[in-house]
């Protein structure tokens, strides 16, 4: 019997750096890429120009369901419209939290994001990748960073992209998400017994990915 598409599943809290370190390790690889949190920020971002309440278990969960999304060259359609900025903005973000906690949103998407397992490989980066979505990816990885380290990162993004930001607002709301997130009744973000544990604040990204790719070496033998 032949062995399953390899997964590579990469989760942490938000602005832990993962997202960076999983393109990177998936260009490296030649495999696959899923952004999980990019469907839950397009799910935040179609609700909020719906003007539906992100609370609205029901219709958060039809929205979901139905997104008009295309990923391509490094840009993102929802609907039509190019939303790539809108995506990644800090409204977004903490909205991708608050829909995140509702179970009829997470059942809604897990097909979709199991349907980015082809060969060669899958790298996913998350908050439930190795938990939930791929809980027999042949690589587990558990990236964080302290809360400083992870506000300070968001910061320097934003003011990048031109955007007004306040360093103690954003610490406290990852502060906020992170209690959301580990809180949260379906499919909390937690450690799991068997991920690697990798702490990034005072790591550099090319040593992040290095690590990653030394123990997908390992893990391909064991």
């Known amino acids: 019997m032949s062995r399953p598409v390899p997964v590579i ?13 999983a393109s990177r390790v998936a260009a490296a690889l030649g495999f696959h890429l899923l952004d999980s949190g990019a469907l839950y920020r397009l799910t935040a971002v179609a609700a909020m120009r719906a003007g539906i309440p ?4 029901a219709a958060l969960e039809r929205v979901s369901a139905g997104l008009d999304v295309r990923f391509a060259d490094g840009q993102t359609w929802l609907a039509g419209d190019e939303v790539s900025d809108a995506m990644r903005s800090e409204a977004a973000s903490v909205g991708a939290s608050r829909v995140a906690v ?9 097909d979709r994001q199991r349907a980015f ?7 996913a980066d998350g908050r439930d990748m190795g938990s939930v979505v ?4 042949r690589l587990k990885v558990f990236l964080t960073a302290s809360v400083e380290v992870r506000a300070e ?11 007004s930001a306040n360093l103690e607002s954003l610490s406290q709301d990852l ?10 009744a379906h499919a909390p973000l937690v450690q799991l017994p068997d991920a690697i544990a990798l702490d990034t604040s005072s790591m550099s990204v090319d040593a992040a990915v290095r690590f990653v790719l030394d123990a997908w070496e390992k893990a391909k033998v064991g």
């Open 9 to 21: 599943a990469i989760d942490g809290p938000s602005a832990s750096g993962k997202g960076t370190v």
């Open 54 to 57: 992100l609370d609205d278990e």
């Open 102 to 110: 509702h179970g009829g949103v997470r059942s809604a998407l897990l």
């Open 117 to 123: 397992r082809q060969p060669p490989g899958l790298v």
């Open 134 to 137: 791929f809980p027999d990816a």
């Open 153 to 163: 990162r968001r910061y320097k993004q934003l003011i990048e992209k031109g955007l």
């Open 175 to 184: 502060r906020e998400r992170d209690e959301r997130d580990s809180r949260r």
